[in-house]
């Protein structure tokens, strides 16, 4: 079982089809299929079925994708260390970030860090929760600063954040009838938002806007009322274009995690301790958590 056919499975499972996972792998459609029919005999269960001019998993390849994703994450994350030796100031670092913290907190922390680390190789995928903890999982990122952590997960360090629901000045801010504007599926915000109008037992108009950036510009031109980071609007509340709004249950405490796997790299850690540090984070600092601190530099 080569990482090949691994990569090209994991193709036609995003592609939807063994013609367009050729074109995306530049590799002609009956390369891709013999491919397939190689990893089918090697794995002993069919992994695709029909499904109208396409293909789908089944059950059986449902369970291999997630497998596959890993594998061929830990084999990237393995090459890569090997190549860098333990020199972590000249590693690779692969950070993933929630919308919010990803727009709030990440620049001015990368800012700092490639200020002292220049040589170190850093990426960036911002996206809504269940997006980049699955990538975490897959071993396709380092870091990921969000909310809790999955399983096989660990925070490392985390910083307060709280929720706070915002409104336009002069808006109307009637909890029960005035649009609540909500983000994208899989977005943390959006189910807490969800769970505290449960909560206050209320059914308002919801309107589903996407991006934390297009919730929050909506609210300040008058569309509606949102749960929102403090982080999000800080500016928007100092200039006074956006207002709290008293709700029951607010503000929620909802902590900032740096996330990682069980075994981070050397890279991983020195970010961590670099966004642990006040005088190089400032006021962006996380506080280490106690359980799992990073661990000394090697040496």
Not at 96 to 108: D, K, N, Q, R
Request: aromatic share 4%; hydrophobic share 45%; glycine share 10%.
């Amino acid at each position: 079982m080569t990482p090949i056919r691994l990569q090209t499975f994991l193709a036609i499972v995003e592609c939807g089809s063994a013609r367009a996972a050729a074109q995306r792998l530049s590799v002609t459609e009956s390369a891709v299929s013999a491919s397939l029919a190689a990893l089918h005999r090697e794995v002993g269960v069919v992994l695709f079925e029909r499904s109208g001019r396409g293909l789908r998993l089944t059950e059986g390849g449902e369970v291999f994708a997630g497998y596959a994703r890993r594998i061929l994450g830990l084999l990237d994350e393995s090459v890569a260390a090997a190549r860098r030796g333990v020199d972590a100031e000249r590693g690779r670092l692969r950070i993933g970030a929630v919308t919010t913290a990803g727009e709030a907190l990440i620049p001015g922390l990368l800012a700092s860090f490639r200020e002292r680390y220049p040589q170190v190789e850093v990426t960036l995928d911002i996206g809504v929760r269940d997006r980049v903890a699955a990538l975490l999982a897959d071993h396709r990122l380092d870091l990921v600063i969000g909310g809790r952590p999955g399983a096989g997960q660990v925070t490392r360090a985390t910083r307060a954040n709280s929720m706070v629901v915002v409104a336009a000045p002069g808006a109307e801010h009637d909890l029960a009838t005035v649009n609540w504007l909500l983000r994208e599926a899989g977005s943390g915000t959006r189910d807490a938002t969800l769970a505290l109008l449960q909560r206050m037992q209320i059914d308002p108009p919801l309107l589903t806007l996407g991006s934390v950036g297009a919730v929050v510009s909506s609210a300040a031109l008058g569309l509606g009322i949102t749960l929102v980071s403090t982080d999000a609007v800080e500016a928007h509340l100092r200039a006074g274009t956006l207002r709290r709004i008293p709700a029951p249950g607010t503000p929620l405490s909802r902590p900032w995690h740096a996330v990682t796997t069980a075994a981070p790299t050397a890279t991983t850690e020195l970010f961590l301790r670099h966004l642990t540090q006040p005088r190089h984070a400032g006021e962006l600092v996380f506080r280490v958590a106690r359980s799992h601190p990073p661990t000394r530099p090697r040496g």
